[in-house]
């Protein structure tokens, strides 16, 4: 079964506001992931956060991580259409395990 | 630009004709993974490998599946029969060892289309 669940599903904004993507999982984690899928492609790394970790920026992505919580957070900020794709979180501990990720819709 | 490949892109077949899936990784990582993707289940593990050796194929059914890496740049995936319900993607990620802070950053290759009729 899955580690992480990703929330909301599904989202769609327009271009230039922001995304924010949840994600809960349930038992200890060495590191969490974020990944894209464009749609008919292979996942894309996007950013990682170890669990000693509380926040980290890479470009318009910003991941938060409560491991009191059990949760986690992507945001991306001014989005653009070709932000469109789904968004996956992946646990590791021994292996990655990933949600069955999010669907980010945004409109031009 | 170096990426992982996969071969065929997309394979139809009839339910109980084997299936073989291929993947180069990309030169030098020593860990190779295989997933399936549905729409139901979502990204499934079902194998992986490093240097070569199976490390995890809990994910996998027995009867019908097999992976293997006959060398270092080769990984394939055998169906035997296929059945209906193998219809998905299968994708195959390549990474490095992740060392003592078990950081495993994986990178996917286009995947393989599969529908079993």
Redesign the interface.
């Known amino acids: 079964s899955q580690q992480g669940e990703e929330d909301p599903q599904a989202l769609s904004i327009q271009e230039g506001e922001n995304a924010t993507m949840n994600c809960s999982y349930k038992t200890s984690i060495n590191n969490l992931q974020w990944y894209r899928q464009n749609s008919g492609r292979g996942l894309v790394h996007l950013i990682l956060i170890r669990s000693n970790e509380r926040e980290k920026h890479s470009g318009r992505l910003r991941v938060t991580l409560d491991t009191s919580k059990k949760s986690s957070s992507l945001l991306i900020t001014a989005s653009r259409a070709a932000d469109t794709a789904s968004y996956f979180c992946a646990t590791s501990w021994a292996k990655l395990v990933f949600g069955k990720g999010m669907k980010l819709t945004v409109n031009p | 630009d170096a990426r ?1 490949t996969q071969t065929p892109r997309h394979k139809v077949t009839e339910m109980g004709q084997e299936v073989t899936m291929r993947c180069q990784p990309i030169l030098g990582h020593n860990t190779v ?1 295989w ?1 399936r993707q549905t729409m139901m289940q ?2 499934e ?1 079902l194998a ?1 490998f490093r240097n070569r050796a199976p490390l ?1 194929d809990s994910g996998m059914p027995k009867d019908r599946f097999s992976a293997e890496m006959p060398d270092a740049t080769l990984a394939t995936l055998k169906i035997q029969p296929s059945e209906p319900r193998d219809s998905a993607v299968y ?1 195959c ?1 390549s990474g490095l060892e ?1 060392g003592l ?11 393989t289309r599969l529908t079993v009729t």
């Open positions: 992982v993974f997933y979502g990204l593990l992986y995890d994708f990620a992740p802070a078990g950081v495993y950053e994986q990178y996917f290759g286009p995947g």
